[in-house]
């Protein structure tokens, strides 16, 4: 079975304050690992996929197997960063992609 | 080009009534996927469609929902008879292969059953 847990609901930061956002996954087979973000009166959108290893609007997320975790990282947060977040999980058969339940970022000026 | 479009955007009905909610993937877009997002959860797969054919299906709760996708574009999801428990966002999703690479997301179909 695949699952994604975000750990943190709701995550507030100021303005330049490096930001970390959670996601451990659980899944038994080689898994592909994304983050989806969600601007206010968006669309769903995909920001960054582990297979690339780029750096988007200065996000970085790096897979550690040994943890099974899917971090989210920024050195300085920006106001235009607020927005909600998802990690996603591909894998099985199917090629299903699981989404975890979504972290709430706001960056305070 | 044009995003993937979903309609209707809003939709109030009360419980025991049916709805559907309709979606055009971009074009070209072979995968086409119905999502459903309660509120303060994350999307949840309904249906995976791979041109005209079900690739998964295995959380559509068939005893209400039906979902087609007829010549392998547009797509259809029903609900019938809606439960108070089916409020939520629809969200349509299509791409262009079968991995789940880069889904590209509809605006969405809130449904709220009164």
């Not at chain 1, 330049?16 to 959108?45: D, M």
């Not at chain 2, 939520?88 to 292969?97: D, E, K, N, T």
Request: positive net charge; glycine residues 8%; contains cysteine.
């Amino acid at each position: 079975a695949q699952r994604v847990t975000q750990p943190e609901k709701l995550l507030s930061v100021f303005k330049g304050a490096p930001v970390e956002l959670k996601c451990n996954y659980s899944y038994s087979g080689s898994p592909e690992l994304f983050w989806y973000v969600q601007y206010s009166r968006q669309r769903l959108q995909l920001l960054l996929r582990h297979i690339s290893r780029e750096s988007i609007k200065g996000f970085t997320a790096d897979l550690n197997k040994g943890e099974t975790s899917f971090h989210l990282k920024k050195p300085f947060a920006q106001e235009e960063d607020s927005a909600m977040y998802y990690c996603a999980l591909g894998g099985g058969s199917n090629y299903k992609l699981t989404f975890g339940k979504g972290t709430l970022l706001t960056v305070n000026p | 080009e044009a995003g993937v479009a979903q309609s209707p955007r809003y939709k109030i009905i009360e419980k025991r009534q049916s709805v559907a909610f309709w979606c055009n993937p971009i074009s070209g877009h072979a995968t086409l996927y119905w999502y459903q997002q309660i509120l303060g959860q994350g999307p949840k797969l309904l249906i995976q469609f791979q041109n005209n054919g079900v690739v998964d299906d295995s959380q559509l709760p068939k005893d209400r929902f039906s979902a087609e996708r007829l010549k392998g574009v547009d797509s259809t999801l029903k609900i019938q008879p809606a439960k108070l428990e089916d409020s939520a966002v629809y969200l349509c999703a299509s791409s262009f292969g079968t991995l789940p690479g880069e889904l590209f997301f509809g605006e969405g179909s809130r449904l709220t059953v009164l």
